[in-house]
């Protein structure tokens, strides 16, 4: 067993040092030292996107990340997004929208939409289906959660008009 | 007291059943915040991993865990029963040893320091092929039924009559279709394995169990631990999927209660994901040989089958009941066999043997459809029969037909279909449209359920049932909300663990119209008690009496009237407490009922260069009985629809007849839809007031059974030709054009 490394990051906001071995996976230290298990295990080798955190903004399969890789990054989880118990649009769209089931891919979801609508605020309906294809639904909520990309996207873009509107 | 007579609101007077409140578990499943079994970490919990076995049929020789116990953090090695010298192991990954540790990284060194000697046994997984099965004496008679309209006479052999008396109606039918079709076995792949994370509290174990069936498992764990079952509690709030395959502890649950009991700390045993594709279960193949004939008209007159069905190597494949599906020809013959592999047992899945016998028998009718030269439409309208004498089996004939037309409507199939391989072509590029009829019994499971109500107004339920995704928890909220003239948000509701009052497990579509009943019961009688105590103050007949927009009013008179709250301050100070129980019976209950018929239709594109599929558009309308959660219903359908698609043209489990191995247990080897794989999809409600009326019927399975049957149907309208096998791949497409060589 390797020895232990201190790792900092900022997650979710707060400076946050961790202990983890080398071959410790960002995942798996969000989950089993920080308790942060919002993200979800599902395949362990990238394929099922359910495990989607952003990384300095970009989304990433954390099971595909060594945590010793976080050191100085910003790390933002499922749990940061709400602000209390209030849901940001993306959160509030899914739930709106009926796109969610059984819950367990929807932290990743929610997490690949931040990255998309933070890079493509009006993406097109192929643009959505492309860019979430790495995360699967199982029970499975395809059609919502499209519509809930696209209702979030819209509901962005008009509190950013409003925004711009009272200045 | 006088009788309480159980009913819902009709349409136009609910304020709540029937609409649309968003889950009230969303906020917890959109923010991270849900506690699924396998995010449960307890304070100085091992982990554990398990070593599951390389060979799909081998003999154990011996087991060495010496040095795997010599690993930093290993703290227990659990030598599984079934894995001592001696014993047969029968399919690839079957676990052998359990390694509990500090840490995850530890226990899977552990597991790979585990040495065990194998003696290597013959292997058989070649399912699709019968004469292969045969050959290597897999196979077995597993049932089979003779119908036929006329009877043999008192001396005559009852074989040798059905011989003759099929060949007679097939020389007497106008037109006579032969084939054969197929659908191979997938997995549950529940994106939460199977698993559990345990303790002991003293002498009372504690199961975090990811299970379907939380009032169920306690015992599962009794009987296997040997302990009382009221020392054990299941606890459950939150499912990642089970689609059938969650309903006991399994094995690996009461060996982590065992390694739990010996090391005297919380263990979390969670399978591994390629463990879950081979243990986690899987829906038994079936592959169906059929002649049919129909007379001038199309209907289909005569039926004689035989198909061969496995589900891997332990289990019931799929039986002669659902042969053909749906539709019940008058005469009949249909035999079974099953072939035993070296593949993991089956397990329920979705509507279990529906989808398969949908698939290798509505194809069938559909090719009669084109032998004829007729629309898929016309010839399974003539097929229906009528309300007074069926031809169908489970909903009535005048629900299909209601069902076809609006589904012919939202897909436009009259101007969108032509006869089979005779569509418009662009390049390489063929579309077609198919159809399908599917039937679901989704009775209402046995339910009990305690609501308590407080003298300060509040309201709540406990029921040992569980949400795997549909909605339960919302659903019971919903109906208490109705039945109190309450608004949802002023419910709590109490569930997931085995302490609550008795509920059924969630297989079958059986829950909503479990839960809904006990509520709506235990709902009314409360309801009665406290319109008894208001009845005096108001000087108005209990009878008389409603439960609306947060008060207690006499009907028609809503100046008599006391606030929710002030008329609960009248119990004192003790809560009032009901507990009312549903039981299935022969007697139709004013609350819920059975069977639901369902019709689904595709428009897909086959890309006859690639072999590839497109969903253009899918259709799926849907009979339910009354619907307590159109939002929820309707995800439902879709959820159901995609899952459908998945397994018409990618899903597959691959095994490697040399050895047995199951060769694609891996996400990105095993196939699932994608986000752009799915096309338009359309759901529609059927709930006109004779349906409505006949109150709640689950709908987690109906409509998964169709698309199989649908898209297989709308590929050989598009091609001319049937590609025999689902799923659809591009592989198949390709295989079947080149034996179709000049027809595509």
């Known amino acids: ?167 | 007291m006088a009788d309480i007579q159980y009913s819902w609101p009709d349409r136009d007077s609910s304020k709540v059943i029937g609409g649309r409140q968003i889950r009230l578990d969303g906020m917890a499943k959109s923010t991270g915040a849900a506690k699924y079994a396998y995010d449960i970490n307890l304070k100085n919990m091992l982990v554990a991993r398990a070593l599951g076995s390389p060979h799909a049929h081998c003999t154990i020789k011996s087991i060495d865990s010496a040095q795997a116990e010599k690993v930093p953090g290993v703290v227990h090695v659990h030598v599984l029963d079934h894995a001592k010298p001696g014993r047969e192991i029968r399919w690839q990954g079957e676990l052998l040893v359990i390694v509990a540790a500090e840490t995850e990284a530890a226990a899977m060194e552990g597991v790979s320091k585990l040495r065990v000697e194998y003696e290597p046994l013959e292997v058989f997984v070649d399912e699709f092929n019968l004469e292969a099965a045969k050959k290597a004496g897999r196979t077995s008679k597993d049932g089979g039924k003779v119908q036929l309209e006329k009877e043999p006479g008192d001396d005559e052999d009852e074989a040798t009559f059905a011989d003759k008396e099929l060949e007679r109606l097939f020389k007497q039918s106008a037109h006579v279709v032969e084939g054969f079709y197929g659908i191979d076995a997938i997995t549950h792949c529940c994106l939460e394995p199977h698993g559990a994370t345990v303790y002991w509290d003293n002498d009372q174990l504690i199961a975090y169990l990811s299970t379907q069936n939380v009032s169920g498992t306690d015992e599962g764990f009794a009987n296997d631990l040997k302990i009382p079952a009221d020392k054990i509690e299941v606890r459950c709030q939150y499912v990642g999927g089970g689609f059938g395959s969650k309903f006991a502890p399994d094995y690996w649950g009461t060996a982590a209660a065992r390694i739990a009991k010996a090391t005297g700390r919380p263990v979390k045993l969670m399978l591994s994901r390629d463990q879950e594709f081979k243990l986690g279960g899987n829906r038994p193949s079936a592959y169906l040989k059929v002649r049919l004939g129909a007379d001038k008209d199309g209907v289909v007159t005569v039926w004689d089958s035989d198909h061969w069905s496995s589900p891997g190597a332990d289990g019931p494949g799929v039986p002669q009941g659902v042969i053909p599906y749906v539709f019940a020809p008058k005469n009949y013959r249909r035999a079974v066999t099953k072939v035993t592999t070296n593949n993991g047992p089956a397990r329920a899945w979705r509507a279990p043997n529906h989808p398969q016998g949908c698939a290798i028998t509505q194809t069938a009718y559909d090719d009669m459809a084109a032998r004829m030269g007729i629309s898929s439409y016309d010839l399974f309208l003539k097929n229906l029969g009528t309300d007074d004498s069926p031809g169908v089996a489970g909903a009535k004939p005048s629900v299909y037909a209601a069902e076809m037309e609006i589904a012919a409507r939202l897909i436009d199939w009259k101007a969108k279909w032509h006869p089979h391989g005779k569509g418009a072509r662009r390049g390489d590029i063929v579309d077609g449209l198919g159809m399908s009829l599917h039937t679901w019994g989704g009775g209402g499971h046995e339910s009990t359920c305690t609501v308590k109500i407080h003298p300060d107004g509040g309201v709540e339920s406990f029921c040992g049932t569980q949400d795997i995704g549909s909605g339960t928890r919302t659903v019971c909220a919903m109906v208490l909300a109705e039945t109190f003239g309450l608004g949802v948000d002023a419910i709590r509701i109490n569930y997931g663990s085995s302490r609550f009052p008795v509920s059924g497990p969630s297989g079958g579509s059986t829950t909503v119209g479990g839960v809904s009943e006990s509520h709506r019961r235990a709902g009314q009688e409360a309801l009665a008690k406290i319109c008894e105590m208001v009845a005096e103050k108001l000087g108005v007949p209990a009878a008389e009496l409603i439960a609306d927009d947060g008060r207690i009013k006499a009907r028609g008179d809503a100046k008599k009237s006391v606030a929710w709250k002030e008329a609960c301050a009248m119990l004192g100070m003790k809560p009032l407490e009901v507990t009312a129980t549903f039981r299935p019976s022969r007697n139709k209950s004013p609350l819920s009922d059975t069977k639901v018929g369902g019709v689904q239709m595709a428009h897909v594109e086959v890309d006859t260069r690639t072999g590839l599929i497109r969903m253009r558009k899918f259709v799926a309308v849907q009979d339910m009985g009354l619907i307590i959660n159109r939002r929820l219903a309707e995800s439902q359908i879709y959820g159901a629809v995609i899952m459908g698609i998945a397994y018409s043209l990618f899903e597959q489990r691959i095994s490697d007849p040399a050895s047995g191995a199951f060769l694609n247990a891996d996400m990105s080897k095993y196939n699932l839809c994608r986000l752009g794989d799915i096309g338009e999809i359309v759901v529609e409600m059927y709930e006109p007031e004779s349906e409505r009326s006949r109150g709640v019927i689950g709908l987690g399975e109906p409509p998964v059974i169709g698309p199989g049957a649908a898209i297989s149907n709308a590929v050989c309208n598009a091609l001319g030709f049937r590609v025999p096998v689902l799923p659809l791949t591009p592989q198949r497409v390709l295989e079947a054009i080149k034996n179709n060589a000049g027809r595509a």
């Open chain 1, 1 to 167: 067993m390797s020895r232990k490394r201190v790792v900092s990051a900022t997650i979710n906001g707060d400076l946050v040092e961790f202990l983890c071995e080398p071959r410790q996976t960002l995942l798996e230290v969000l989950r089993n030292v920080l308790e942060l298990t919002g993200a979800k295990e599902g395949c362990s080798n990238g394929n099922c996107g359910a495990c989607t955190v952003l990384m300095n903004g970009r989304p990433v399969v954390s099971c595909l990340v060594l945590a010793m890789e976080a050191e100085g990054a910003e790390i933002r989880t499922i749990e940061g997004v709400a602000c209390g118990s209030h849901l940001d649009e993306v959160q509030q769209a899914f739930l709106q929208g009926a796109a969610l089931q059984c819950g367990i891919c929807t932290p990743g979801f929610i997490m690949q939409t931040e990255a998309l609508l933070a890079e493509n605020p009006q993406p097109s309906e192929d643009e959505i289906r492309f860019y979430l294809a790495g995360n699967l639904c199982r029970c499975t909520g395809y059609d919502k959660i499209v519509r809930a990309v696209q209702s979030a996207a819209a509901q962005r873009q008009q509190a950013s008009h409003s925004t711009q509107a009272t200045r």
